[in-house]
Nanobody, 125 residues
Framework: QVQLVESGGGLVQAGGSLRLSCAASGRTSSIGAMGWFRQAPGKEREFVARMSWRWRNDTTFYTDAVKGRFSISRDSAKTTVYLQMNSLKPDDTAVYYC????????????????WGKGTLVTVSS
């Protein structure tokens, strides 16, 4: 079993930055990919970014809405994934969820085995 704990959310003004962290514990050897999703009030959950390393060197992928502003990275020694968020916009306001799985993170969110409980990011205009 794997547990994921997110941290780093908070209130920030538009144009500001935040760094989210997702720390994995438990059977971390079973994790080969991690990612971030978000859910804004009244909206469906959406994919934000992912990183996979099970079969090749770290590969990353971002949704178009955050390309050039967000960056996903990891500390392999700690099995922790980070989401650096720059140039934040009010539209980025959401609860951000960390996800983890054996080899891949589907952009749809389907089939993902492990989820965190989320951390709230609020961007004021």
């Amino acid at each position: 079993q794997v547990q994921l704990v997110e941290s780093g959310g908070g209130l920030v003004q538009a144009g500001g930055s935040l760094r989210l962290s997702c720390a994995a514990s438990g059977r971390t050897s079973s994790i080969g990919a991690m990612g971030w999703f978000r859910q804004a009030p009244g909206k469906e959950r959406e994919f934000v970014a992912r990183m996979s390393w099970r079969w090749r060197n770290d590969t990353t992928f971002y949704t178009d809405a955050v390309k050039g502003r967000f960056s996903i990275s990891r500390d392999s020694a700690k099995t922790t994934v980070y989401l650096q968020m720059n140039s934040l916009k009010p539209d980025d306001t959401a609860v951000y969820y960390c996800a983890a799985d054996f080899a891949q993170i589907a952009s749809t969110g389907s089939g993902i085995n492990y989820w965190g409980k989320g951390t709230l990011v609020t961007v004021s205009s």
